[in-house]
């Protein structure tokens, strides 16, 4: 597991896709102004959101172990409108495990990846896979992380609540330096 909390240090790119879904269209929901598409299994699917940026997992001096990572883009939302956005937050390796903490004090725990016993441990291949949970009030966030190689991985998250429906996939690229 080593290998991998190492691979991400550097530069990235992410390109995001968020996707709601509502099992019924409310005039309540701050997407209400969003058209709908069926997708034949009776939950109403908006248009993803599409989040583009850049980030970076950089170590931290004086933490061994300790990646801080930041990321900035910019939200495209299906009817043009675009938003700036950032986020940090703290990768953390020790005994074999990876932490992901939110960046604040004091440190508040998002989820620890649990790698599949199918993960190779000694190469970083697209059999790696870990998840990770997180619960928000009545909010579950489920991530699911796969290495792909040492240059990209992918993060998912399902999130689901009373009022919470949505996907988020990241595809990150290492940049060449």
């Not at 620890?112 to 009030?137: E, P």
Request: aromatic share 12%; charged share 20%; with cysteine.
């Amino acid at each position: 597991m080593f290998k991998i909390f190492q691979s991400l240090s550097g530069k990235w790119s992410f390109h995001r896709n968020i996707i709601h879904k509502l099992t019924t269209p409310s005039n309540a929901s701050p997407f209400s102004n969003l058209s709908f598409l069926n997708n034949n299994n009776n939950n109403l699917e908006q248009p993803p959101i599409i989040v583009t940026g850049l980030s970076n997992f950089e170590l931290k001096k004086d933490e061994e172990n300790t990646y801080q990572y930041s990321e900035e883009g910019i939200m495209k939302n299906p009817d043009g409108t675009e938003f700036n956005i950032s986020q940090k937050y703290i990768y953390k390796y020790k005994d074999e495990i990876i932490s992901v903490f939110f960046d604040e004090k004091p440190e508040r725990l998002l989820h620890t990846l649990n790698f599949d016993q199918n993960s190779s441990s000694g190469s970083i291949s697209s059999n790696n896979t870990a998840k990770g949970h997180h619960l928000c009030g009545c909010d579950t966030y489920d991530a699911v992380y796969q290495f792909i190689s040492p240059r990209e991985f992918k993060l998912v998250y399902s999130v689901e609540g009373p009022k919470k429906n949505y996907k988020i996939i990241t595809t990150f690229s290492k940049l060449s330096l």
